[in-house]
C-alpha cells in the first residue's frame, strides 16, 4: 500500500470515526436534557457533516493517483457521480434524522408513520441511481465499467443467495429477524468488497 | 486475445501510463489489454491501430490462422 493510499484511508477512517463519535454524543446529549424538536433534530444532524468530507477526500485521491492518470473528460462523470451521491444522501440523513425524531416525540397516524417511511427510503433510490447513471456514462472508461458491471452483477446474486440463505435460517433455525433495509447496506458493502477480487482477475 | 501492444509499447519506449494517456483510457486497461484477459471494445481497438499506424488484425491476434 502506498503511502498516498495509506493517508487516504486513514482520513477516510477518521471522518466516520468522527461521525460515530459525534453522533453518539449527539444521542447522550438529547437523552439529558429535554430539548424542542428542532434542537434534537440539529443535535442528531450536525454529527453528520464529517460524512460528507468524503465526498472531496475522494476526489482529490482519484484526481491525484498516479495509478489513474485519468483526464479532465475521464473525471467528469466521476465527479456528477460524487455530486448526485452527495445530494442524495444528504437528504437521507436530514430525513432520516427528522423521521426518527418525529417519531420519538410525536403521536402520528399509521398513515403518516407509513407516509415518514416511504420519504425515508426514497433518497436510497436516489443512491442506486447516481451508481446507475456512473455505469452507463458513456465518459466512463470502458475498463472500468465493465469491472463495475460485473461487480454490481456479483454483489447483486451474493446479496440474493445470503438474502436466500438467512430467511430459511429464520424459518427453520429461529434466526433472529433481519432488518430488510439492511439490504440495501449488505448490498453497497459487497459492492465494495467485489471490486478488488473482480480486477484481481484482470491482472 | 493475443496481442503485439506490449511490443509496440516497447519500441516506443512508453510506459502503460503514457500509452493510457494517449488512448485516453486508464493504465488498468492497458495492463488487461495487454495481459489478454480484456479485449478491448472496437472503438479502442482502432484507436490502437491508428496510434501504432496499422491495422487492428496488424496488432490483435484472434489465433483463427492456427485453426486453418
Do not use: C
Not at chain 1, 436516489?126 to 451508481?131: F, H, L, M, R, S
Not at chain 1, 453497497?188 to 484481481?200: A, H, N, S
Request: no cysteine.
Amino acid at each position: 500500500m502506498t503511502a498516498r493510499k495509506r493517508l487516504f484511508f486513514m482520513q477516510l477512517a477518521g471522518l466516520i470515526l468522527a461521525f460515530l463519535v459525534l453522533e453518539w454524543l449527539a444521542g447522550v446529549f438529547t437523552a439529558r436534557a429535554s430539548l424542542p424538536y428542532a434542537l434534537s433534530l440539529l443535535a442528531y444532524i450536525l454529527p453528520t457533516l464529517p460524512l460528507f468530507g468524503i465526498i472531496p477526500l475522494s476526489l482529490n485521491y482519484t484526481n491525484n493517483n498516479p495509478d489513474l492518470p485519468l483526464s479532465a473528460h475521464r473525471m467528469a462523470p466521476v465527479r456528477r457521480y460524487m455530486v448526485r451521491m452527495g445530494v442524495s444522501m444528504f437528504f437521507y440523513v436530514i430525513i432520516l434524522m427528522a423521521s426518527i425524531v418525529a417519531l420519538d416525540r410525536f403521536e402520528l397516524s399509521v398513515q403518516i408513520k407509513a407516509l415518514l417511511a416511504v420519504l425515508t427510503a426514497l433518497p436510497i433510490g436516489g443512491i442506486i441511481w447516481a451508481v446507475s447513471r456512473l455505469i452507463a456514462d458513456p465518459d466512463v472508461d470502458e475498463f472500468e465499467r465493465m469491472i463495475m458491471t460485473r461487480s454490481v452483477m456479483a454483489s447483486a446474486a451474493l446479496t440474493f443467495f445470503f438474502a436466500a440463505i438467512w430467511g430459511f435460517l429464520e424459518n427453520f433455525a429461529e434466526a433472529p429477524d433481519f432488518p430488510l433495509y439492511l439490504v440495501v447496506v449488505v448490498y453497497f458493502g459487497l459492492f465494495g468488497l467485489v471490486q478488488p477480487f473482480v480486477r484481481r482477475g484482470f491482472r | 486475445m493475443k496481442n503485439r501492444l506490449r511490443v509496440l509499447r516497447a519500441e516506443r519506449r512508453w510506459s502503460q501510463a503514457v500509452l493510457a494517456q494517449h488512448l485516453d483510457v486508464s493504465r488498468q486497461s492497458i495492463n488487461a489489454i495487454e495481459t489478454g484477459k480484456y479485449d478491448p471494445s472496437l472503438p479502442l481497438a482502432f484507436a490502437i491501430a491508428r496510434l501504432f499506424e496499422g491495422r487492428i488484425e496488424d496488432i490483435f491476434d484472434d489465433e483463427l490462422e492456427k485453426q486453418e
